[in-house]
């Protein structure tokens, strides 16, 4: 039987929902398929890895009872031997447990995990992994970056500005100007690489622009000011797969204007502030998207566009904001391990959650298997020289 990591938690704002996608999303649905052993591994909120058959019990986190058992156990230690090797300590007088890991499936939403930098841990471990690679991860987790790509592919994009927190305690006068001469209002400001709209506002004046400034600089040294989309219809597309990637549905969360930027509107009310069924992540929308044929299929063209241009692999999800009087659709973000998968959308596809893990766990090997076959070593005769 292969062993599947499942990797969750970890250092980001994002902690709880990573937990609930490993134990919901990924862990569930692989166990029904009675292929695969999972080894859970749970990242704390300081970075330390745990290992054990009990953090797979969704009772342990909603108890708050994660604390005590972390405290019973000791962190693992990770063997990189052409492949990860897993190394628990049992318990009994130091004796150790190695567990071989053929496959691990990331559960990591926001910094520490789904922006790359797990994935460049595990290509230097050389095992396989679902989703997204390193480079693409990263790309795609920075705001600034992936606008610039989609802008040079000739996808739309809103008008914005960059700076940095530097630029902005040196000279924020010169900042504001640049501002104001290029962009109108209203303008949203965010930090480059938070999700989960943390740290995020809109401004529809110079104090509210100054004050966003000062909370986006708080969370990040790079800050995004982008011009609002008009006549807005916000539309989503999860995709998987490799070289030919598969649309779900095009799906349009109905986030009221004035929550857009609501961490609770987003993840506990269920989408919509204080109505809508606690459904957790963004779970109240419309599937599919409420919006003529013509548009539909230009979204679904960006958004399978953008995963080439990106280099996506595995799952992600395309996130657009169209116009729908000048039907221009905007690239605004790609995640590149959205949150539960979004299984919610892929059943309505007619693609169940057992369907979805095993598929995702296909691409892993099949992604994988191709860079196997790639050279990265010959040989020279440059240490006869010495
Ligand atoms: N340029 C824009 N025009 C209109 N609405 C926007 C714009 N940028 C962001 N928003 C709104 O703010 C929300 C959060 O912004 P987003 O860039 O998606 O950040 P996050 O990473 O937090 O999801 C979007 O879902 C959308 O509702
Ligand atoms: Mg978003």
């Not at 063997?79 to 090797?85: E, N, R």
């Not at 904001?321 to 998968?341: A, M, R």
Request: aromatic share 8%; glycine share 8%.
């Amino acid at each position: 039987m292969e062993t599947i990591a499942v990797i969750f938690g970890g250092r980001s704002a994002e902690h709880d929902i990573s937990i609930i996608t490993a134990l919901s999303s990924i862990i569930k649905p692989l166990e029904l398929t009675k292929k695969y052993r999972i080894e859970p591994v749970y990242i704390d909120k300081n970075g330390r890895w745990y290992s054990d058959q009990r953090l797979k019990d969704i009772e342990l986190y909603t108890s708050g009872n994660i604390i005590d058992l972390i405290n019973k156990l000791t962190p693992v230690s990770l063997q990189f031997d052409s492949g990860l090797t897993i190394v628990k300590s049992s318990g009994l007088a130091g004796r150790k447990q190695h567990i071989k890991i053929d496959l691990v499936f990331p559960s990591m939403h926001g910094t520490y995990g789904e922006d790359g930098s797990l994935m460049g841990l595990l290509d230097m471990a050389g095992v396989p992994y679902v989703g997204c690679g390193q480079a693409a991860s990263s790309l795609a987790m920075n705001k600034l970056t992936a606008k610039q790509l989609a802008e040079d592919n000739g996808i739309a994009v809103s008008r914005y500005v960059f700076t940095t927190k530097l630029t902005l305690e040196r000279e924020p006068a010169r900042v504001i100007k640049e501002i104001k001469e290029k962009l109108k209002y209203p303008l949203f400001i965010k930090p480059t690489h938070l999700g989960s709209s943390i740290g995020i506002s809109r401004a529809i004046n110079d104090q509210e622009l100054v004050n966003g400034l000062e909370v986006a600089a708080h969370y990040d040294d790079q800050v995004l000011i982008e011009e609002e989309v008009k006549n807005l219809v916000e539309v989503t597309l999860p995709i998987i797969g490799n070289d030919q990637p598969i649309p779900a549905l095009l799906e349009q969360p109905l986030t009221k204007p004035e929550d857009f930027f609501d961490f609770d509107a987003k993840y506990l009310n269920g989408g919509k502030k204080g109505k809508g069924s606690p459904k957790g992540a963004q779970g109240y929308s419309q599937i599919p998207a409420n919006i003529d044929q013509e548009l539909y299929k230009k979204a679904e063209e960006t958004a399978l566009k953008l995963y080439k241009i990106f280099g996506l692999s595995g799952i992600s999800r395309v996130d657009m904001l169209i116009d729908q009087k000048s039907k221009t659709v905007y690239f605004n973000e790609i995640n590149p391990l959205p949150g539960g998968l979004y299984a919610h959308n892929w059943s309505k596809a007619g693609i169940s959650n057992v369907e979805l893990v095993s598929k995702l766990i296909s691409y892993a090997k099949e992604r994988f298997n191709g860079r196997q076959d790639l050279t990265t070593s010959f040989t020279t005769n440059y240490l006869r020289q010495f």
